[in-house]
T-cell receptor, first 114, second 114 residues
Framework: DAGVTQSPTHLIKTRGQQVTLRCSPKSGHDTVSWYQQALGQGPQFIFQYYEEEERQRGNFPDRFSGHQFPNYSSELNVNALLLGDSALYLC?????????????FGSGTRLTVV | AQSVTQPDIHITVSEGASLELRCNYSYGATPYLFWYVQSPGQGLQLLLKYFSGDTLVQGIKGFEAEFKRSQSSFNLRKPSVHWSDAAEYFCAVVLSGGYNKLIFGAGTRLAVHP
């Protein structure tokens, strides 16, 4: 049973560019959350998607946007990249039902903005 | 505001010594509580969780944690540390139900001396 899959694993972008990160949730999970983890810090919540809608959002600017597809996979888009967007981006999935709040995390995408 | 505090940024222990990592949370009610471990360049692996009931919970890799409501704490312990336990440890909380997000502490980096 595959866990959470994220792609790509590493990415280097230039300031001002746009980036798309992808996440496939664990089988049976329908809710996807994205987190940003800057170097030496704990993960910070970006947003959460359920039923293809953004359900909750953290304190991130509108440059950060997302999408969830009918198969529950998700994308995180960041526009007008800043140096400060360099971080590990983690995707986490869970089921909205049953024993909720048991998140499964992917290995992340390491984004470097130069 | 809701917050999680991990007072120790770095801890160094000798292999075979006991370990306690501290975590305090700030909430009006008892949240769900988690400890995650992160090896360098990796995602987050769930060590253990507390939802309700017995305040001493057992996790994987020989870890345990004790929830103390009066102290708003959820400290992680291990009686004998192995070199492979060197990693970053994150305490996290989430309010029960709905679309609520995980809120992480800043993490404690554990180094293990042979």
């Amino acid at each position: 049973d595959a866990g959470v899959t994220q792609s790509p694993t590493h990415l280097i972008k230039t300031r001002g560019q746009q980036v798309t990160l992808r996440c496939s949730p664990k089988s049976g999970h329908d809710t996807v959350s994205w987190y940003q983890q800057a170097l030496g810090q704990g993960p910070q919540f970006i947003f959460q998607y359920y039923e293809e809608e953004e359900r909750q959002r953290g304190n991130f600017p509108d440059r950060f946007s997302g999408h969830q597809f009918p198969n529950y996979s998700s994308e995180l888009n960041v526009n007008a990249l800043l140096l400060g967007d360099s971080a590990l981006y983690l995707c986490a999935s869970r089921t909205i039902y049953g024993t909720s709040n048991l998140y499964t995390f992917g290995s992340g995408t390491r984004l470097t903005v130069v | 505001a809701q917050s999680v505090t991990q007072p120790d940024i770095h801890i160094t222990v000798s292999e075979g010594a006991s370990l306690e990592l501290r975590c305090n949370y700030s909430y009006g009610a008892t949240p769900y509580l988690f400890w995650y471990v992160q090896s360098p360049g990796q995602g987050l692996q769930l060590l253990l969780k507390y939802f309700s009931g017995d305040t001493l919970v057992q996790g994987i890799k020989g870890f345990e944690a004790e929830f103390k409501r009066s102290q708003s704490s959820f400290n992680l312990r291990k009686p004998s540390v192995h070199w492979s336990d060197a990693a970053e440890y994150f305490c996290a909380v989430v309010l029960s139900g709905g679309y609520n997000k995980l809120i992480f502490g800043a993490g404690t980096r554990l180094a293990v001396h042979p």
